[in-house]
């Protein structure tokens, strides 16, 4: 909306030329996803409690103390970042980009579908209330239909291709099994910041280091010169992306000062499975698949630990390698306490955000 006014008034006040510049727009989505969470979490937070009476369902075989510290917290926090990244990326973002509006397709889409699972826990005060198999059916479909999407707008010279982090002239062609294999992309990273979703703030941080790195590499992938001398595989229009990140940047801001231990929102699937999911999508755009298993490692590392430990309670009859999975719950079981399992973490995300970002030049 505000790129659109600057155009109409650019040639009265010269100072509004700073609108076409993709940097300060983004500074501007962060500014303004924090105001919007800032504003509007405490009523939100206020009416969601009002509406889920004993909050958010706790797991009873999950650590003790949750059972204690954890009941009555409300959930769909999501909702905040919903909001505050809608609201940031229509007024500071081109419209007419073809990118905007596939990122938000999928980031509402999945805000959805785990809003609808929430709410089920909720009005059924059980943690699991939407069976897997319809939550990984809407995740296909939605990946599927975005995948399509995507496979259109991107030059056909990437459209079916796969860039290698630090080789710069490696790209291997999937044919049509591209398709598939962004959908697992967009499918994994959604359920990935899910898992890792189980304390206060232990997602969000990473959320926003990942979002920081994808608003760079949007920017550069998509700026001809940049892309050149980095050796990076050019997609046209594609920094208009850093808007969308830097919108999620500062609405997970705005959500973490209600999140931080002692949580008062939970950010629940609606938020989690969405910004998962965006993070997928922009990585398939950029053509940063690969990097974001590497930015996003945390998320990685969180998802196949629920994996080992399922895969070892089948194959070995009941035996566990973890004491309790996803890892976090782990390190709880070892003693550890919340806010330093919370703290480590970040600072794993934060190293593995500095390796993703070495790919750009070490090529």
């Given at each position: 909306?505000?790129?659109?006014?600057?155009?109409?008034?650019?040639?009265?006040?010269?100072?509004?030329?700073?609108?076409?510049?993709?940097?300060?727009?983004?500074?501007?989505?962060?500014?303004?996803?924090?105001?919007?969470?800032?504003?509007?979490?405490?009523?939100?937070?206020?009416?969601?409690?009002?509406?889920?009476?004993?909050?958010?369902?706790?797991?009873?075989?999950?650590?003790?103390?949750?059972?204690?510290?954890?009941?009555?917290?409300?959930?769909?926090?999501?909702?905040?970042?919903?909001?505050?990244?809608?609201?940031?990326?229509?007024?500071?973002?081109?419209?007419?980009?073809?990118?905007?509006?596939?990122?938000?397709?999928?980031?509402?889409?999945?805000?959805?579908?785990?809003?609808i699972d929430d709410w089920m826990k909720i009005k059924k005060q059980h943690a699991n209330a939407m069976s897997a198999?319809?939550?990984?059916?809407?995740?296909?479909?939605?990946?599927?239909?975005?995948?399509?999407?995507?496979?259109?707008?991107?030059?056909?010279?990437?459209?079916?291709?796969?860039?290698?982090?630090?080789?710069?002239n490696i790209l291997i062609d999937l044919g049509f099994f591209y398709i598939p294999f962004g959908v697992v992309v967009i499918?994994?990273?959604?359920?990935?910041?899910?898992?890792?979703?189980?304390?206060?703030?232990?997602?969000?941080?990473?959320?926003?280091?990942?979002?920081?790195?994808?608003?760079?590499?949007?920017?550069?992938?998509?700026?001809?010169?940049?892309?050149?001398?980095?050796?990076?595989?050019?997609?046209?229009?594609?920094?208009?992306?850093?808007?969308?990140?830097?919108?999620?940047?500062?609405?997970?801001?705005?959500?973490?000062?209600?999140?931080?231990?002692?949580?008062?929102?939970?950010?629940?699937?609606?938020?989690?499975?969405?910004?998962?999911?965006?993070?997928?999508?922009?990585?398939?755009?950029?053509?940063?698949?690969?990097?974001?298993?590497?930015?996003?490692?945390?998320?990685?590392?969180?998802?196949?630990?629920?994996?080992?430990?399922?895969?070892?309670?089948?194959?070995?009859?009941?035996?566990?390698?973890?004491?309790?999975?996803?890892?976090?719950?782990?390190?709880?079981?070892?003693?550890?306490?919340?806010?330093?399992?919370?703290?480590?973490?970040?600072?794993?995300?934060?190293?593995?955000?500095?390796?993703?970002?070495?790919?750009?030049?070490?090529?």
């Amino acid at each position: 909306m505000l790129y659109y006014l600057s155009l109409d008034y650019v040639h009265q006040y010269h100072f509004l030329n700073v609108f076409k510049y993709i940097t300060f727009r983004t500074g501007g989505a962060i500014l303004t996803g924090l105001l919007v969470g800032f504003l509007f979490a405490p009523s939100i937070i206020r009416w969601l409690k009002s509406q889920q009476g004993n909050g958010q369902p706790i797991r009873q075989e999950g650590p003790e103390s949750h059972l204690l510290t954890k009941v009555g917290t409300p959930t769909m926090g999501g909702v905040i970042l919903l909001l505050g990244t809608l609201v940031s990326t229509l007024l500071w973002a081109n419209l007419s980009n073809p990118y905007i509006w596939v990122v938000l397709y999928v980031t509402l889409a999945l805000g959805i579908v785990g809003g609808i699972d929430d709410w089920m826990k909720i009005k059924k005060q059980h943690a699991n209330a939407m069976s897997a198999k319809m939550k990984a059916s809407l995740q296909i479909i939605i990946g599927l239909s975005v995948m399509l999407i995507i496979q259109y707008l991107l030059p056909s010279s990437h459209a079916t291709t796969l860039a290698v982090p630090f080789f710069k002239n490696i790209l291997i062609d999937l044919g049509f099994f591209y398709i598939p294999f962004g959908v697992v992309v967009i499918m994994g990273a959604s359920n990935a910041v899910n898992l890792t979703d189980g304390l206060d703030g232990l997602a969000i941080g990473p959320v926003i280091i990942a979002s920081l790195c994808f608003a760079l590499i949007a920017y550069l992938a998509g700026h001809h010169t940049f892309a050149h001398y980095l050796q990076l595989h050019f997609i046209p229009n594609c920094g208009e992306i850093s808007i969308i990140c830097g919108a999620l940047v500062g609405s997970s801001l705005g959500f973490l000062w209600y999140n931080a231990p002692p949580a008062r929102i939970f950010m629940g699937d609606t938020g989690s499975l969405a910004i998962g999911g965006a993070l997928g999508t922009i990585s398939v755009i950029t053509k940063h698949e690969i990097v974001l298993a590497i930015i996003g490692g945390l998320f990685v590392i969180e998802a196949l630990s629920v994996i080992i430990q399922v895969g070892y309670f089948k194959w070995t009859g009941g035996k566990r390698i973890f004491l309790m999975a996803p890892l976090h719950h782990h390190f709880e079981k070892k003693g550890w306490k919340e806010p330093t399992i919370v703290i480590r973490f970040w600072i794993i995300a934060i190293v593995m955000a500095l390796v993703g970002l070495s790919t750009l030049k070490l090529r």
